[in-house]
């Protein structure tokens, strides 16, 4: 076989296959990969930092922040770190009310998924098929909190907004309707020859890699770890809720695709459950006053194990604030698996994980003065871009 | 300490541990010398013991600095939180890099408050080129506009 030259290239920050920036440093000899690094850190707006100077009830919308598909799942999970640190009890119906819109967001968050995968191969028709099926579920989120995303559902003590009878029933409407699509989807992407050639048997995360590299999620349920915190260290209404956890031994990215289409109907048959056992009362219980103690907070995020630490010392603004988010975790073992792949393949790999980027990198304040950068301001923002209109 | 489960328990000596308190969220967190956490993990490890690091957890105290690792056994999904005290004037701790996963959580305590991890392959994960000798996340650490 002919001996290529090893060469080094640099995919992204700003990289048609990657939906957010991210570098990746692949050495490739011909087509192949023999090396590979992630570089992050492009998306970093000091999250973390900015929550010691701020009150929990602003750090909840500062969380929020923090993803953009998966939103709830990082303001829920700081409400229930702060609550558990004050040792503060909400009312049952707002739990109840959090699990429904989880399990909502994990069904928009895994269609999404099913559609940048899609995507990612050139299968644009079934892209724009499931996106268009999504939102279904993008308006019921809308119907029932305001929003299509950045909900701001939660408030540390319960949440905001109410499951009216309208709303149930609007969404008790909508399942059947969801449901057919869902059966539609599984059966194209569980069947079609252009997704099969591309996924199976690309990026296998072997069960030993991925407990070496402690990967979370969906990404560990196809490698065949039988893990899923809903199941086994239940939060909110989660005890009360029948669903199976799907897993799958095999660890390439068709396997990924399986998982996350069965997951989609158990989360609707969780949002069902929720919709027949909700007790009536009330969804707030104010925390009011200083908070003195650190909690532990995980939840099953749609791309797995999101985790918040808060430590507060006689104070109602965080001492400290840490965020795990799935992807920081996940990172590590789509790096690894990139080792002798094709260069085609590096989207459908890093896809695969579900990568939200903007979760991973939230650590540092990058507002700093030094001799060869400056910050523009909004003033100066505006004047480039006028001046550059007016050329044109 | 002993998670019970046919015989797969972590396992920590008595003698390692200095202290045991309890979090809010009712997680046991064990206190043990920073020399002896790579002694522990790897034990963990090469016994086959399959254990899943969530996370670490930095905390500038501003005399010293807290590590909690955050750790989980893949056979009951019960939590292990492990912590130790790093004081100012010596901030060096073995990496347990044996587990690929620590290296980015390690690199970043690293760069962000200063922590120096022996024998880890990573010290910079977010931070950009040529940001030297200051570490953003100790309370000491201001902005240009003094926050």
């Known amino acids: 076989m002919e001996k290529y030259e090893r060469s080094q290239f640099n995919l992204g920050p700003q990289h048609p296959a990657l939906k957010e920036p991210e570098t990746f440093k692949v050495v490739v000899e011909g087509e192949k990969i023999v090396e590979a690094q992630a570089i992050l850190g492009h998306t970093h707006r000091g999250i973390e930092k900015l929550a010691e100077s701020r009150d929990f009830e602003k750090t909840l919308f500062l969380a929020e922040r923090i993803c953009g598909i998966c939103s709830f799942a990082h303001n829920a999970n700081f409400a229930r770190a702060t609550e558990l640190a004050a040792n503060h009890e909400i009312p049952e119906r707002a739990n109840y009310l959090r699990v429904l819109v989880a399990e909502m967001e994990r069904l928009h968050s895994h269609l999404l998924w099913i559609g940048v995968l899609s995507h990612e191969i050139g299968f644009d028709t079934f892209y724009l098929l499931v996106w268009n099926d999504r939102e279904i579920i993008m308006d019921l989120l809308e119907t029932l909190t305001g929003n299509r995303v950045n909900y701001g559902m939660n408030q540390v003590g319960g949440v905001r907004s109410d499951l009216t009878p309208e709303i149930k029933s609007e969404i008790k409407k909508q399942i059947p ?183 991973t990198d939230r650590t540092l304040v990058i507002d700093r003065d030094t001799d060869t950068k400056q910050l523009l301001t909004k003033a100066q923002l505006r004047k480039i871009s006028l001046a550059t209109y007016k050329e044109e | 300490m002993k998670l019970e489960k046919e015989g797969l328990e972590l396992h920590i000596d008595a003698e390692k ?124 650490w201001k902005n240009k506009e003094g926050k």
């Open chain 1, 177 to 359: 309707k969801l449901y057919d699509k869902l059966v539609k989807i599984k059966n194209i992407a569980l069947n079609n020859k252009s997704i099969i050639a591309r996924t199976r048997n690309v990026g296998i995360i072997s069960k030993e890699l991925a407990i070496k590299t402690c990967v979370t999620g969906p990404t560990a349920r196809s490698s065949g770890l039988n893990w899923d915190l809903r199941r086994d260290d239940p939060y909110f209404v989660y005890d009360k809720m029948d669903f199976k956890v799907p897993i799958s031994t095999k660890g390439d990215v068709y396997s990924k695709i399986i998982l996350r289409v069965e997951e989609l109907f158990e989360s609707l048959k969780i949002v069902e459950q929720v919709l027949e056992q909700i007790p009536e009362g009330e969804i707030y219980n104010r925390l009011r006053g200083k908070i003195t103690g650190s909690a532990f907070s995980r939840i099953e995020a749609p791309r797995g194990e999101n985790i918040h630490f808060v430590d507060y010392r006689n104070d109602n603004t965080p001492y400290r604030f840490k965020v795990r988010a799935p992807t920081y975790a996940n990172v590590v073992s789509s790096v690894e698996v990139l080792v002798g792949h094709q260069i085609a393949d590096i989207p459908v790999i890093v896809a695969a994980n579900d990568p939200c980027f903007s979760c």
């Open chain 2, 17 to 140: 541990i200095i202290e045991t308190t309890i979090l809010n969220s009712k997680e046991e967190v064990i206190q043990i010398a920073p020399s002896s956490l790579l002694e522990i993990v790897e034990k963990w490890v090469y016994t086959d013991r399959k254990i899943h690091l969530s996370t670490i957890v930095g905390i500038d105290n501003e005399t010293d600095i807290t590590l909690i690792y955050y750790f989980m056994n893949h056979d009951d999904f019960k939590t292990l939180v492990l912590k130790t005290v790093l004081p100012y004037d010596n901030l060096e701790i073995d990496s347990i890099s044996l587990l690929t996963g620590s290296a980015v959580y390690e690199g970043e305590i690293a760069e962000m408050f200063g922590v120096k991890f022996n024998g880890n392959p990573m010290n910079k994960v977010f931070l950009p080129d040529g940001w030297e000798g200051e570490y953003p996340m100790r309370k000491s």
